[in-house]
Structures are given as C-alpha cells and as structure tokens.
C-alpha cells in the first residue's frame, strides 16, 4: 500500500473510444461515475472463514493508556471467539488531537502495545501487527480514544483492506477489473470494510446511492480518476480514503497530471492509499 497520486485533467481533455468529449460527458448515467453504496448482507455458510466476528475496540480516558480490569476481561473473552488455529491479528491504536502529532503518535502507539499484550496472552499461537494511527480527530472526542482489533482471514485482499482504518472507500467496479468474480470481490469488501465508514463506487451505469454494493454488477469503463477527484471534495482533514482497483484507466495519466491531484490531495489534508486486488 502507498499514497496515490494521479490526475483527472487527461479525462477532461481526451476524447476517448466512447465517442465523449470528457468524464463529465461520460458520467451520465451515474453523476461524476461515483455512488454511494451501503455493505451487504453477511457472508453466508459457503464461506464459513468469515462468520465471526472479526473486530473488538478497546476505549481510554483522555492521555491514558491503561486497561483496567474489565476492560483485560472483555478483550480476552473476544479472542476466545476467534476459530482455533493459527490466528493473524492487527492492533491499530489511536488518539484524539490534544497535545502534539509527536506526542500523540506515541500515546497511540502505547495504547496498541497495551492490547497487544493481552491478545498475546490470550492466543497462544498468534501474529500480532502492531499499527499506531496518531491523531483521529481534531480536539477532544472520546470515539477515538481507543484501540482496534482487527482478526484476519486467510484473503490476502481482505487482510490487506483490514489494515487501512478507513474513513471512506472508492472501489473499481468497471466491469473489466471484476470480470472473474464480482461476488468474491463484493463479499471481501462487506467483510472487511471499518463499520461506520463510506463506501463508494466508481461506475459508468447500473447503481443509485444507497443501493447494496452485492446487488451491483459491474460494468462500463474505468473512471477511477474522475471518481478520485470528485471523491476529495466530500472528504474532512485528517480522514483516509482506501481505493480498491487495479487502476488501469481508460485514459493514461501524464507527470504534469499526477502531481496536480496530488496537490489536491495534499491541500485536502487526507491520506489516500491504494489496495490492488
């Protein structure tokens, strides 16, 4: 994973195999190719690796990082929900915004090891990834005085989508990225998304907002860019977007392009990371 950067003027300015001038032009049936999409149902018996529940947060009072008594108990009585095994897990720590960055990163990274050290006890043949995820918030706010469990299932791309605590999602549903298993994919994503975030398609056709991601079969083009671009606009300074795809647009982004979305980004205040399937 790594912070993309990339552009939209190459989709403004170059006419393309569908006869259209510009992604504005392109974008009719879904508005800027971007929409709005709500998880489906849970991942049935077929794929039994994912019917537990996978994730646990912890919660601190303002500059601690102590668990007390009850908070050990609960922790211990997730991990023993978890399938027996070998057990792969990732501990992402957080802080709200008082104090310094520096400070904080620290603060966060102090809660992560606190939890990690009673998964360590409570699972005795585990692998722990420790991620320290600073700052939340801009001020005071108790939701993000806390530490994330995340248990992993054996999907690479699930673990991989895990690992990035995400406040939005843009996922690639052109339908020749997902041409060999749209329902694998969509299932990964219902599966592995951070409750509580966004998540948006990039599609030509064929969605409305706040319809079921697993009832979207995707088609049309790659619009990824454009979706990118547009997507920005909606997001607050210090939020993460995770995009889900294999990034071949229809139309090749030149340097002088990349580094202007890259000033937008920048000038948004958020961290994009990109996830390839």
Known sequence: ?????????????????????????RCTAVRDCICRVVPGQKIDE????????RRSSTYFIEDGDTISAYQA?????????????????????????CGSAEYNKS??????????????????????????GGERSAGHSSDVRRVDVV????SQLTTKIDKVPADYYLVDASGSMWSNGWTKWSDV?????KPGSKIYLS???????????????????TEIWWSYWVLLDKMKPGQTLAIISDLESNVPLTHREARLIEAKTKKAGVSVFYIRP
Request: net charge positive.
């Open 151 to 154: 248990a992993h299932t054996s």
């Open 1 to 25: 994973m790594r912070i993309i950067v990339g552009t939209i003027l190459a989709l403004l300015l170059t006419t393309t195999a569908y006869g259209q001038q510009n992604a504005v032009d």
């Open 189 to 193: 994503v219902n599966a592995s998304v």
């Open 46 to 53: 077929k794929t039994t690796e994912y019917n537990f529940e």
């Open 203 to 221: 599609i030509m056709s064929g969605c409305r907002n706040g319809q079921s991601i697993s009832s979207i079969r995707p088609q049309g083009g």
């Open 107 to 132: 603060l966060s990274a102090r809660r992560a090891v606190a939890v990690s050290a009673i998964a360590r006890k409570a699972l005795k043949n585990v692998k722990i990834d420790i991620i320290s």
């Open 73 to 97: 108990a609960a922790l211990e009585k997730f991990f023993k929900t978890l399938p027996a095994g070998r057990q792969h897990v990732t501990v992402i720590g957080y802080a709200d915004g």
